[in-house]
């Protein structure tokens, strides 16, 4: 989570302590990185536990697979959704990263965002423990497609379907409108399977191969930097376990508590695109 204040070049004289804190004790060191959904917030992504935010009910694998109206519920929410993440561009938070990359600092990037902001922004190196929002997976055949090809099948099937960009949505897409049960969604054009966005629902499980490919980046740096999450679930904080039982460092950027405060070398309250920067590349 990473709420955005009105200044968000401000950060307080603790936040300022702690990214000094922060540099001297990391420094030298190569950095895994681990990043959640308020790294995006600068971009116009909301987050999902940002203020003022009402509890939503994101869709499980077991609820999409198993019910074509929670298929036509998830694709027409999607449909409107998607351009607004597909328009979406890196913020300094990203590019802060990208750079710390090229400069020998940060030598993997472990990422929950499904936006695949960090790649546009020049991170080389980076883990999709979620997946990707611009792929679409049958679940049959395993057929992937660019999610731009199921868009354009979607608006052909549904012409008087308006991509109203003033609904709320959440970080993947999922836009909260209503009266979706007439919305007409694609079959795989090679076998005739269910297609389904190639990231995590809720649910699912991250692919094992995956996570273990996480657990060595973590193993290889020398600290663990985290950025943009309340580390609410097991599949970011275990990275932070991961990191202390090898006795690394372990620093937290973040707007709102983590469930790691208590166990970060430093836990610093600011913006993300201020804070990485700052501490990054300054």
Request: charged residues 20%; negative net charge; contains cysteine.
């Amino acid at each position: 989570m990473n709420q955005r204040p009105e200044d968000s070049t401000a950060i307080s004289a603790a936040a300022a302590y702690g990214i000094e804190y922060a540099r001297e004790k990391l420094a030298g060191l190569k950095l895994a990185v681990l990043t959640g959904a308020g790294l995006s917030t600068d971009s116009g992504i909301p987050d999902y536990r940002g203020a003022g935010k009402t509890h939503q009910h994101p869709m499980t694998f077991d609820r999409f697979m198993g019910s074509f109206e929670a298929q036509q519920r998830y694709w027409a929410r999607s449909f409107v959704g998607w351009s607004r993440i597909s328009q979406a561009q890196p913020n300094p938070g990203h590019f802060a990263l990208a750079l710390a990359e090229q400069h020998g600092t940060v030598s993997a990037l472990i990422t929950q965002n499904v936006d695949g902001l960090h790649q546009r922004a020049g991170s080389k190196n980076v883990f999709e423990l979620h997946g990707r929002l611009d792929q679409v997976r049958c679940m049959k055949c395993a057929l992937v497609m660019p999610r731009a090809e199921v868009d354009f099948l979607l608006t052909e099937l549904n012409p008087g379907v308006s991509k109203d960009q003033n609904v709320e949505y959440s970080p993947d897409g999922d836009a909260e409108i209503e009266a979706t049960k007439d919305f007409k969604i694609p079959s795989c054009p090679r076998c005739g399977g269910v297609l389904k966005p190639d990231v995590v629902f809720f649910g699912e499980q991250v692919e094992a191969g995956q996570v273990e490919k996480c657990f060595a980046a973590v193993d290889s740096a020398g600290g663990l930097l985290v950025a943009g999450t309340s580390l609410s679930v097991n599949s970011g904080m275990r990275f932070v376990k991961r990191a202390l039982k090898a006795e690394k460092p372990v620093v937290i950027i973040n707007l709102g508590p983590t469930k790691g405060d208590e166990l970060a070398l430093a836990k610093i309250e600011a913006n993300t695109s201020v804070a990485l920067e700052r501490l990054l590349l300054d």
